[in-house]
């Protein structure tokens, strides 16, 4: 495992690799579970520092768990969320530093059968709240989410706020008549 986990780092220290380690341990070792598992039901992203929930997938689950967009991941098992994904970055092999926290947030909330995992959220108010994620078997509507997110891609204004203190600028597809309108 040790030797997996060296030739993974040495990995990331190539930019713009567009490569990847396949080894049956590399999901070992990025927390990923084995086996039957299920990704969280909303969307998340690195902002500011914080983890926060970006969009909303199953709002049936999150509704009942309380849980809402805008509100931010503090911890997961009783560790901080934010200190897991740095440790987890000498892992991870991207572009650039926004590439990958996507590939880390993309996995970070997976669930194995079976599982729970407790979360630690702060919500728009500022209240702590902790819940309790079950592994959910997904549904059509959840996969039919994903499908109709992973074929479109992002089709969100270029502009616009999350909560009312956090905005979200699309870099990629901001042009320099929009950078006026963000001040």
């Not at 706020?161 to 870099?171: A, E, M, P, Q, S």
Request: charged letters at 25%; a positive charge.
């Amino acid at each position: 495992i040790e030797y997996v986990r060296t030739v993974m780092e040495m990995y990331t220290h190539v930019q713009d690799g567009h490569g990847f380690i396949a080894h049956p341990l590399v999901r070992l070792i990025r927390g990923i579970p084995q086996g039957t598992f299920s990704p969280p039901p909303f969307r998340m992203r690195i902002i500011e520092n914080q983890l926060l929930i970006t969009d909303i997938i199953n709002d049936s689950l999150t509704g009942a768990l309380g849980i809402k967009k805008g509100d931010i991941i503090i911890g997961k098992d009783g560790i901080n969320a934010i200190k897991d994904i740095n440790d987890k970055r000498k892992y991870f092999s991207a572009s650039n530093y926004d590439a990958q926290s996507g590939y880390i947030t993309n996995n970070y909330l997976t669930i194995a059968a079976g599982s729970l995992i407790q979360l630690k959220l702060k919500d728009a108010s500022g209240k702590i709240k902790i819940v309790q994620l079950p592994f959910l078997k997904r549904t059509d509507k959840d996969n039919q989410k994903r499908t109709e997110f992973n074929e479109k891609g992002n089709d969100k204004p270029v502009m616009y706020f999350i909560t009312k203190d956090i905005g979200y600028v699309n870099l990629g597809a901001l042009i320099p008549a929009h950078v006026d309108s963000m001040f």
